[in-house]
């Protein structure tokens, strides 16, 4: 468990100290190295950001490509899908906005409670998709975690299939 932790960590004793608080608080007893691909998300996670970009970006490929990654590396799937979730619940919520005829000046940023570059990202892949793709989208995600949730050992096989039909 500590050579794992130490993998997904690195040499960053900020992030190893409050990991290492984390799973104390967590494991009544011994800690396992299952108890750290749980809860402790790799160094690695910016990764996270380039899958959820391919995603918004429509590059079906790529994110299959990088969800193939995270999962490899160890990254818990339903850290993946909330991740995802979060990019089209976003995505959604400024489409909405602007189908809605919102002024376009306003500041998206302000309104998802965002970084400026992050929330421009955002209104950019907005463009890439129609109100009624993002709502099914969307509302496969929300199927996709609520299946992911009941059927264990399916979870990657319908992540990748639903991306695949993106």
Known sequence: AINLLITYVGNNLWQLHQEINKLSNFCKKEIKEKDVKILVHSKTDNNIF???DA?????KKLALTLIENQL???IAIQY???MIIRQFRLLLKIKTLLNNNVNQNLNTSTILKLPNFVAKKILIQSNLFTLIE??????QLLLID???KIYTG???????????EF
């Open 50 to 52: 380039n899958l959820i």
């Open 55 to 59: 995603l918004g970006n429509k590059n």
């Open 72 to 74: 490899n590396e160890g």
């Open 80 to 82: 993946i899908i909330t």
């Open 134 to 139: 993002l709502k099914k989208i969307y509302q």
């Open 146 to 148: 609520e299946k992911i």
């Open 154 to 164: 399916k979870e990657k096989i319908l992540l990748l299939k639903m991306i695949n």
